[in-house]
C-alpha cells in the first residue's frame, strides 16, 4: 500500500510511450498486497488495449504466491528473471 | 512446550500508517509459521491480516496516520484467532464483498484475499466505537478433522 501510488505513477505514463514492451523486474520485491496487484492488472488491461506486451520478471516465490492467490498467475506473463525476457527480445 | 500451551495472547498496538505493516507481517509470518501451517497458508494469513489492516487505514481512519491499530493474537487448543480492533468512523459492513475472480479489473480484491485465507470471518461494533474484526484459523491438525 505505501509504494503503489508511486509505481503507478511511474509505470502507467510508460504506455503513453512508443513501446513494444515493458518489462517490470520485481527481483527486488518482497512483498505486494491487492493495491500493489490492483496497480498491475491497470497496467495490463492499458497494454492489452494499447497492444504491448507487459511482463513481470524475478518475483520471488511470496509475490508469485500472492498472484496466485488472486487468479492471476497465468494472465501475466511472469519469467523467473529478467535476464530470460530480455533474451527473449534479443533472438526476435 | 507445545504453541496450543502458550500462554497468550500477543498484543500489538501499532500505529496506523502503511509504513508499520512490516511489523505485524513479521508477527504472523513467524507465529504461523511456528504453530506449523505450510507456507501457503502462511501466505495467505500475512496477506490477510495486512488487507485488514490497510482497510482500516483507508477506509476506518481515511489514511490519518495519528491512530492506533491493535491486533491481539490468540493460539488456542484448536485454532488461531487473530483480532484487529480500531477506533475508527466504522467501515460499512456491507463493503466487505469479495469480487467475483473471473472479473479481471483493479480493486476488490482485499476482501478476497481475508476470506479465502481463514475459516471464520466475524466483526462486531464494540461500545467505545470503532470496529473488531476477528479472523479464526483452525490449527493444522483440527483443519484435518474439519474436512
Redesign the interface.
Known amino acids: ?2 509504494s503503489s501510488p508511486q509505481v503507478r505513477d511511474m509505470l502507467l505514463p510508460i504506455f503513453r510511450r512508443k513501446v513494444s514492451h515493458i518489462i517490470v523486474d520485481l527481483s527486488e520485491v518482497p ?1 505486494i ?3 500493489g ?3 498491475f ?2 497496467a ?2 492499458l497494454s492489452r488495449k494499447g497492444q504491448v506486451r507487459f511482463s513481470l520478471a524475478g518475483a520471488c ?2 509475490v508469485e ?2 498472484f496466485d ?4 498467475k497465468n ?1 501475466f506473463e511472469m519469467a523467473p528473471d529478467l535476464s530470460q525476457l530480455i533474451g527473449g527480445e534479443r533472438d526476435r | 512446550m507445545t504453541l496450543p500451551d502458550f500462554k497468550g495472547p500477543v498484543i500489538l498496538d501499532i500505529p496506523a500508517d ?2 508499520a ?1 512490516f511489523i505485524v ?1 513479521a508477527l504472523v509470518d513467524k507465529i504461523s509459521a511456528k504453530i506449523g501451517f505450510e ?2 497458508q502462511t ?2 494469513l ?2 490477510a491480516v ?2 485488514a489492516c ?1 482497510n482500516v ?2 477506509y476506518a481512519y481515511k489514511s490519518a496516520g495519528d491512530e492506533r491499530i491493535v491486533i491481539t493474537f490468540s493460539i488456542g487448543p484448536d485454532c488461531f484467532e487473530i483480532s484487529i480492533r480500531d477506533f475508527g468512523s466504522g467501515a460499512d459492513p456491507q463493503t466487505f464483498q469479495g469480487r467475483d ?1 473471473n472479473d ?4 476488490g ?2 476482501t ?2 481475508i476470506k ?1 485465507a481463514v475459516d471464520r470471518f466475524e466483526y462486531d461494533t464494540p461500545p467505545g466505537g470503532g470496529m473488531l474484526l476477528k479472523l479464526t484459523k483452525f490449527l493444522p491438525a483440527e483443519e484435518k478433522a474439519q474436512n
Open positions: 500500500m505505501s512483498y498486497d491487492s493495491s496487484i490492483a496497480t492488472v491497470e495490463l488491461q516465490r511470496r504466491s500472492i492467490l488472486a487468479y492471476l494472465i | 502503511p509504513l505493516m507481517r507456507p501457503r501466505d495467505k500475512v496477506l495486512d488487507e490497510t487505514i483507508r475472480l479481471i479489473r483493479p480493486g480484491l482485499g478476497h484475499f479465502s
